[in-house]
């Protein structure tokens, strides 16, 4: 078998190789990007320095830089896909190193911020909301206001008030939820969205394998809650004043800052939290758990046609 040394030697020989060799040095050395490398570091170059990386630069010349030849990060061209190459001298050498794209970088800051979201039970369109993609109508002007007002106010460690989106089913008030999360996200505020009528459900089956206190205590503590939906559950005492009281007590003291959804206003929560399914009647409790909900959210009406239909 021929030595790949021999091979080179021989080809070199050749007329319509060298021709051919001489035509792709020429196109790389006047490549824009090559000829701007080589003479901001005319200085430090030598001939003999550029033949020997002639393969590193023809590789350069080729490869997208700046997603400028790529149409999305998933259509990446370069070998390593999401990097792109730049052209640095290391020990006498041209050489090549990768570095994240612009769109890789977008990427991997937009997976960042969906791991500060946590989320119980909340369906996937409502965890990608933005005020971008929600319906501007004079409607619900008022709502997104005041969602957007908080996100821009907001600072970690600051007594300020949550909302309490309230109206009719399909208005987009577990959409306005979701945008305000995803923004908070952007500043590195994490947050949680809590679906609360399976919220409940799961707690009730944690008393066996002792996890409740733990799953509490979570929803407790982090900086920025959201009860999706809340009114909706089958209430009993003890979702009430087992849960939903202690978690509401440490966030009022604590000013930590929480959000709600519900098809009630406030006079119709309190009187959904007044009535178990039992047929228990509990005004005073009911009343307690409202206090601490006017204390933590301002309430706000969410209008407009239904867009579930």
């Known amino acids: 078998m021929e030595n790949i040394n021999d091979t080179l030697k021989r080809l070199a020989g050749r007329d319509d190789f060298r021709k051919r060799y001489e035509q792709q040095r020429n196109q790389t050395l006047n490549h824009p990007d090559v000829k701007a490398f080589l003479k901001s570091h005319e200085d430090e170059l030598t ?29 990446c061209i370069n070998f390593m ?5 730049k052209l640095v001298i290391q020990r006498g050498n041209i050489d090549l190193n990768y570095d994240k794209c612009p769109r890789k970088m977008i990427d991997d ?4 911020n969906e791991k500060l979201i946590q989320s119980l039970y909340v369906p996937k369109d409502i965890l990608r909301a933005s005020f971008d993609t929600l319906y501007q109508d004079d409607t619900r002007i ?16 600051s007594s300020q008030k949550g909302i309490y989106f309230y109206g009719k089913f399909g208005v987009g008030k577990s959409y306005l939820l979701g945008a305000v999360a995803n923004e908070l996200a952007e500043k590195k505020v994490p947050s949680m969205i809590v679906y609360v009528p399976e919220l409940y459900r799961e707690l009730k089956s944690s008393i066996g394998d002792s996890t409740l206190n733990e799953k509490i205590e979570t929803i407790k503590k982090v900086p920025v809650l ?11 005492s003890w979702t009430r004043d087992e849960v939903l009281g202690p978690i509401l007590q440490f966030r009022m003291l604590e000013s930590l800052p929480t959000f709600f959804s ?26 307690r758990i409202m206090e601490r909900i006017r204390y933590l959210a301002e309430p706000v009406l969410v209008e407009g046609p239904n867009r579930r239909k």
């Open 81 to 85: 896909k999401g990097y792109h190459p």
């Open 262 to 287: 519900s098809n009630f206003d406030f006079h119709e929560l309190e009187h959904h939290l007044a009535h178990s399914q039992r047929g228990e009647e509990e005004k005073m409790k009911a009343r």
């Open 47 to 75: 001939s003999e320095m550029i033949d020997k990386s002639i393969m590193k630069l023809f590789e350069y010349a080729n490869l997208s830089k700046e997603c400028n030849k790529c149409p999305s990060l998933d259509g």
């Open 109 to 112: 800051e937009k997976r960042k």
């Open 142 to 157: 008022d709502a997104m206001q005041k969602a957007a007002a908080f996100v821009m106010n907001y600072t970690p460690g």
């Open 226 to 236: 959201m009860f999706d939906d809340i009114g909706a559950e089958t209430m009993s």
